[in-house]
């Protein structure tokens, strides 16, 4: 049935008592697509606790899809059944405004899984789901006003001269819309993907990392291709447009292509991982993503460098993990001559033992390094296995208690000539 005269035949069925029926199943549906949202949300959630923040993240936001499509189910099956025995203008004008609301919450969901990052919500991306919501709202008051054929019909008639082709406004509209759908469900799809994979404990960190990568350029490779199809391209233009990117790698990109090339090697080779700490010339801090590109660090201060990923595989990398993840600290002190060696020895390795972060396993150990000008002197070294918190309160703790030593008494450091000569009264 056209919607034409819709809203006028819904005035005139306003005084059948028939129409409460379709009132009451309005409201039944909206009354049991929320209860059964909210039961199925919880159940998801509760699910989800097991899989970690990033699962609760995607079923919270997934949640809030559910009540509108729910609604809207319920509309369109109390529709089919009551059209064979009154007429259902209040559920035609109801279906659509419930089925616009399951389409903005389900593109709003897709498009905070794909481009907000830690539930942050960036005010290019607010503005952009306005301007959204704004243009399906009128898309539905000129459907519900009979006015969408009309539009339709213009924008069919309406052609552009594009070289030989001549395509309508109509198709231009359906290739962009098609495109972006597509788009859209691809990075999700990859979003999705990634997700999963980076709670798999199972594999490799890195080997997550490149798996997740692949994915996502997959499916957006292959959406693009479903993409230039549906709108009616010839996909052999793109061997023209592959020949000159080629020439463009060739030339213009190596660096680039280089980076590229580095990092799914990394990843792929697993010789860095997540949290590792290594220093490459003069940078040092501990690695907290590595993308296809470029690895970034995070020095102690907070600072974050971005090292090209070719800086990783051609220059000299020390990884103060690697296979062994104990890292050695040490610091050095001078005793008097008349000192017993012994005991002092023993009583500085008693120094190190119980200061947080240290590890009995390697244990601290005391070194003889050389006979100074001014006593014997002594290394002290120990071992943590979280150097990517940092070593100055480790080595300042152990220090602490070498200096309540000296204090007491219980250690003499050998101190120059000049400095041991009391002076005169």
């Given at each position: 049935?056209?919607?034409?005269?819709?809203?006028?035949?819904?005035?005139?069925?306003?005084s059948?008592?028939?129409?409460?029926?379709?009132?009451l199943?309005?409201?039944?549906?909206?009354?049991?697509?929320?209860?059964?949202?909210r039961?199925?949300?919880?159940?998801?959630?509760?699910?989800?606790?097991?899989?970690?923040?990033?699962?609760?993240?995607?079923?919270?936001?997934?949640?809030?899809v559910?009540?509108?499509?729910?609604?809207?189910?319920?509309?369109?099956?109390?529709?089919?059944?009551?059209?064979?025995?009154?007429?259902?203008?209040?559920?035609?004008?109801?279906l659509p405004?419930?089925?616009?609301?399951?389409?903005?919450?389900?593109?709003?969901?897709?498009?905070?899984?794909?481009?907000?990052?830690h539930?942050?919500?960036?005010?290019?991306?607010?503005?952009?789901?306005?301007?959204?919501?704004?243009?399906?709202?009128?898309?539905?008051?000129?459907?519900?006003?009979?006015?969408?054929?009309?539009?339709?019909?213009?924008?069919?008639?309406?052609?552009?001269?594009?070289?030989?082709?001549?395509?309508s406004?109509?198709?231009?509209?359906?290739?962009?819309v098609?495109?972006v759908?597509?788009m859209m469900?691809?990075?999700w799809?990859?979003?999705?993907?990634?997700?999963?994979?980076?709670?798999?404990d199972?594999l490799?960190?890195?080997?997550?990392?490149?798996?997740?990568r692949?994915?996502?350029?997959?499916?957006i490779?292959?959406?693009?291709?479903?993409?230039?199809?549906?709108?009616?391209?010839?996909?052999?233009?793109?061997?023209?447009?592959?020949?000159?990117?080629?020439?463009?790698?060739g030339?213009?990109m190596?660096r680039?292509?280089?980076?590229?090339?580095?990092?799914?090697?990394?990843?792929?080779e697993?010789?860095?991982?997540?949290?590792?700490?290594?220093?490459?010339?003069?940078?040092?801090?501990?690695v907290?993503?590595?993308?296809?590109?470029?690895?970034?660090?995070?020095?102690l201060?907070g600072?974050?460098?971005?090292?090209?990923n070719?800086?990783?595989?051609?220059?000299?990398?020390?990884?103060?993990?690697?296979?062994?993840?104990?890292?050695?600290?040490?610091t050095?002190?001078?005793?008097?001559?008349?000192?017993?060696?012994?005991?002092?020895?023993?009583?500085?390795v008693?120094q190190?033992?119980?200061?947080?972060?240290?590890v009995?396993?390697?244990?601290?150990?005391?070194?003889?390094?050389a006979?100074?000008?001014?006593?014997?002197?002594?290394e002290?070294?120990?071992?943590?296995?979280?150097?990517?918190?940092?070593?100055?309160?480790v080595?300042?703790?152990?220090?602490?208690n070498?200096?309540?030593?000296?204090?007491?008494?219980?250690?003499?450091?050998?101190?120059?000539?000049?400095?041991l000569?009391?002076?005169?009264?």
């Amino acid at each position: 049935m056209p919607l034409t005269d819709l809203l006028q035949e819904l005035l005139e069925d306003i005084s059948n008592p028939r129409i409460l029926w379709q009132a009451l199943a309005i409201l039944g549906a909206v009354v049991l697509g929320l209860l059964l949202a909210r039961f199925i949300r919880r159940s998801w959630l509760h699910e989800s606790e097991e899989h970690g923040s990033i699962r609760r993240i995607g079923v919270e936001g997934f949640g809030r899809v559910l009540a509108p499509l729910l609604i809207t189910g319920g509309v369109w099956l109390a529709e089919t059944l009551l059209e064979k025995h009154q007429n259902v203008n209040l559920l035609r004008v109801a279906l659509p405004v419930f089925g616009s609301m399951a389409l903005i919450r389900i593109v709003f969901y897709l498009l905070r899984r794909v481009f907000a990052r830690h539930g942050q919500i960036g005010p290019a991306l607010q503005t952009f789901e306005k301007i959204l919501a704004l243009i399906v709202w009128v898309g539905v008051a000129l459907y519900l006003t009979g006015m969408w054929p009309d539009i339709i019909a213009f924008l069919e008639n309406k052609e552009l001269r594009i070289g030989k082709a001549r395509p309508s406004l109509l198709d231009i509209l359906q290739g962009l819309v098609s495109v972006v759908v597509l788009m859209m469900l691809a990075l999700w799809a990859g979003a999705a993907l990634e997700d999963r994979l980076m709670g798999l404990d199972r594999l490799h960190s890195s080997l997550r990392v490149v798996l997740a990568r692949m994915s996502r350029a997959i499916f957006i490779v292959v959406s693009l291709l479903v993409s230039l199809r549906l709108v009616g391209l010839d996909l052999t233009v793109l061997s023209v447009f592959g020949g000159a990117l080629g020439v463009g790698l060739g030339l213009g990109m190596q660096r680039i292509a280089s980076n590229y090339v580095s990092g799914f090697i990394i990843l792929l080779e697993r010789s860095l991982s997540i949290g590792d700490p290594i220093t490459v010339d003069k940078y040092s801090g501990r690695v907290t993503r590595i993308n296809t590109r470029y690895t970034t660090l995070q020095a102690l201060d907070g600072t974050q460098t971005l090292l090209p990923n070719e800086m990783l595989i051609t220059g000299v990398v020390l990884n103060q993990f690697g296979t062994n993840r104990a890292v050695r600290l040490s610091t050095r002190l001078t005793v008097a001559y008349d000192s017993n060696l012994d005991e002092v020895m023993a009583l500085l390795v008693r120094q190190a033992d119980g200061v947080e972060r240290v590890v009995e396993d390697p244990a601290p150990a005391v070194q003889l390094n050389a006979f100074g000008p001014t006593g014997y002197e002594l290394e002290l070294g120990f071992f943590i296995v979280d150097a990517e918190k940092g070593s100055g309160g480790v080595i300042s703790a152990v220090n602490q208690n070498i200096y309540a030593l000296v204090h007491s008494g219980a250690i003499r450091l050998g101190l120059p000539t000049q400095m041991l000569q009391m002076p005169s009264a």
